[in-house]
């Protein structure tokens, strides 16, 4: 049997001619290191290695130590010596400088050697030329460390898209924005949004840490932009240039520092603590101009910004601009729009002794867009109200001028003593003659107070009917749909009267309570027994709040797809 070769233990055997010849031919070097002497021996293959003439070696440790490169000295003789210290081998791969100012790399195996007595008498080991090796690792690290980089560049652009899509209002869109850079394209990075020419300027700063971000802010505060600065935000914002400070110097420092004398010894402490490194500011470029600029900046981290960098936080500065210019404009848009949905509604309800009212807009989905769904209550006389609720097709601008000819029309036709047919004919000739080519569903009704009763008579064109729910829970629909308005000349409409008691309810509503998704769809019949269940013992306000909380339980968090509008009336007392 064969026994295990023990690779540490030391030897004493001298290399011997054939044994030199296979190494050569080979190409691995050889040595031979005699501590007694301190004499070194390379073979003329290592010298080769080594880019030595065959003799030019200086057979002296110091000679070797000199082909060593000089950062990996004290790494490579901490090896050698824990070698020695064990009696045992040792391994390691390290540069070494040609003549010629190349540089090469060699992979070296040694072996301490000992005396009978297993004292120690020197080293003899062997090396092999693995340049190639080498630069083709690293080749390769340099590829993956590019991959890793596009790969974080690419999840950066993605978080910044996913930051635009994410929100509606553009504040928080410059937060998210600037939040999505840190880390990757700095340790600070802050925004600067001018929404219009001469507005002041909007602006977030966000760090990894928050006590920093915040501390910034204050600063912000403290110190303010200078709108004339010849460099930083306000001069990128000014020329629309992308301005690079590779490296933060002194100079640079003394600069700022000059044009607030007033604030230099304060802001020197600042900018010490900071310990600025580098700096990229962007233009943000959208189709109404340069609307504000956004700045990445090292600090603690100490990285040094490159042309790969600033090229990257322009392609970002694109992406953010015209998404946050656009996050801004529809926001714009929603308050216009919001603004004139709310002119096309009563500024408030009347207070109606005895009737206990309650009404509400409820816009489909995020965007808010004038016109639709509205409703309208106002006094004839002292004992008697009139209302309306209605639905335009569609919304914006034709929605919204056919919803004001609706509630002038029938105020004017009710104030002119007309019942509830001619009222709605009325409103009917006013719709065909507008040539607006809109249609529209209403109810219109009124409230009396007769002989210490509540009267109720209401006529339905096209609408869907309100819901009376008495006192005892049970609920009923009240009279016919009717003809839709703005579409013929002939109307089919009927009134219907109902006596209200103390207790009961009367709830006037448009189809988005009725028209959800698939597979929510509700019928009249599902709302008259879903206020059966809910409108009795509250008030006309909880009754608005639980048919609102219906309609998001039914839909699971889902947006609607239709706009409602909702009056709510509660009998609390009998009229005097």
Same mark, same amino acid.
């Given at each position: ?26 190409? =691995? ?10 004499v070194?021996?390379w073979?003329?293959t ?9 003799g ?8 070797? =130590?000199?082909?060593?490169? $000089?950062?990996?000295?004290?790494? =490579? ?5 824990d070698?020695i ?10 540069r070494?400088?040609?003549?010629d ?14 005396d ?33 980089r596009?790969s974080d ?5 993605s ?12 504040? #928080? ?49 403290r110190f ?9 935000? +306000? ?8 301005e ?32 600025l490194?580098?700096?990229i500011?962007?233009?943000?470029h ?14 603690? +981290?100490?990285?040094?910004y #490159?042309?790969? #960098?600033?090229?990257?936080a322009?392609?970002a ?28 509604l009563p500024?408030k309800?009347?207070?109606?002794p ?15 867009e ?14 008697s109200?009139?209302?309306?609720i209605? #639905? ?14 609706t ?25 065909l ?36 729910v ?18 013929l ?28 998704? $698939? ?12 206020l ?11 009754i608005?709040?639980? =048919? ?12 609607r ?15 005097i």
């Amino acid at each position: 049997m064969g026994v295990e070769p023990d690779f540490d233990a030391p030897v004493s055997v001298p290399v011997g001619e054939d044994l030199r010849g296979v190494l050569a031919a080979s190409r =691995i070097g050889t040595w031979r290191w005699d501590a007694a002497t301190g004499v070194v021996r390379w073979d003329e293959t290592l010298e080769r290695l080594s880019g030595l003439e065959p003799g030019g070696f200086g057979s002296n440790f110091e000679a070797w =130590i000199e082909t060593l490169h $000089p950062d990996e000295v004290d790494s =490579i003789l901490a090896k050698v010596n824990d070698a020695i210290e064990r009696r045992g081998s040792y391994h390691f791969e390290h540069r070494t400088r040609w003549p010629d100012g190349s540089e090469h790399w060699l992979e070296c195996r040694g072996q301490v050697t000992t005396d009978d007595a297993g004292a120690f008498t020197g080293t003899v080991g062997c090396a092999v030329d693995v340049t190639d090796r080498r630069r083709a690792e690293d080749e390769r690290g340099v590829a993956l460390d590019r991959e890793r980089r596009l790969s974080d560049r690419l999840e950066f652009l993605s978080r910044l898209t996913e930051a635009a899509i994410s929100v509606d209002d553009h504040l #928080d869109f410059m937060q998210a924005a600037a939040a999505a850079a840190v880390p990757m394209l700095g340790d600070w990075c802050s925004l600067h949004f001018v929404p219009e020419p001469g507005d002041d300027v909007e602006a977030v700063v966000v760090h990894s840490d928050p006590d920093r971000a915040r501390w910034a802010d204050e600063l912000r505060v403290r110190f303010p932009r200078d709108p004339e600065a010849h460099r930083g935000v +306000s001069a990128v914002m000014r020329t629309g240039r992308t301005e690079f400070i590779p490296q933060v110097t002194a100079e640079i420092v003394d600069e700022a520092l000059d044009r607030r004398p007033n604030d230099a010894s304060d802001l020197r402490e600042i900018l010490d603590a900071l310990g600025l490194t580098s700096v990229i500011t962007v233009p943000l470029h959208s189709s109404r101009g340069v609307i504000g600029a956004m700045q990445f900046v090292t600090a603690e +981290s100490g990285r040094i910004y #490159d042309a790969d #960098d600033v090229a990257l936080a322009q392609v970002a500065a694109g992406r953010i601009a015209d998404a946050l210019d656009n996050t801004w404009l529809a926001e714009q848009h929603r308050h216009i729009s919001a603004t004139l949905q709310r002119s096309l509604l009563p500024p408030k309800l009347p207070v109606i002794p005895g009737l206990d009212v309650a009404a509400r807009y409820w816009p489909a989905g995020a965007e808010v867009e004038a016109g639709g769904d509205f409703y309208d209550l106002f006094r004839r006389s002292s004992t008697s109200w009139s209302l309306l609720i209605g #639905d335009v097709c569609g919304t914006g601008p034709d929605a919204a001028a056919v919803t004001g000819i609706t509630r002038h029309t029938v105020r004017a036709a009710a104030r002119h003593g007309h019942d509830h047919r001619a009222v709605l004919e009325w409103l009917n000739e006013a719709l065909l003659l507008s040539d607006r080519d809109r249609f529209c569903t209403a109810v219109y009704a009124t409230l009396d107070q007769r002989k210490g009763r509540w009267q109720l008579a209401s006529c339905a064109a096209g609408h869907p009917r309100p819901i009376v729910v008495s006192a005892d829970g049970s609920a009923r629909l009240l009279g016919r749909p009717g003809t839709l308005l703005g579409v013929l000349d002939d109307m089919k409409l009927d009134v219907v009267e109902a006596v209200l008691d103390v207790g009961d309810v009367v709830v006037f509503y448009t189809d988005g309570i009725t028209d959800l998704r $698939p597979p929510h769809d509700r019928t009249e019949e599902d709302v008259v027994a879903l206020l059966g269940s809910l409108a009795t013992d509250r008030s006309a306000e909880q009754i608005a709040e639980a =048919i609102d909380a219906s309609l998001n339980d039914e839909l699971g968090g889902a947006e609607r797809r239709d706009d409602v509008a909702l009056l709510v009336l509660r009998v609390v007392d009998t009229p005097i």
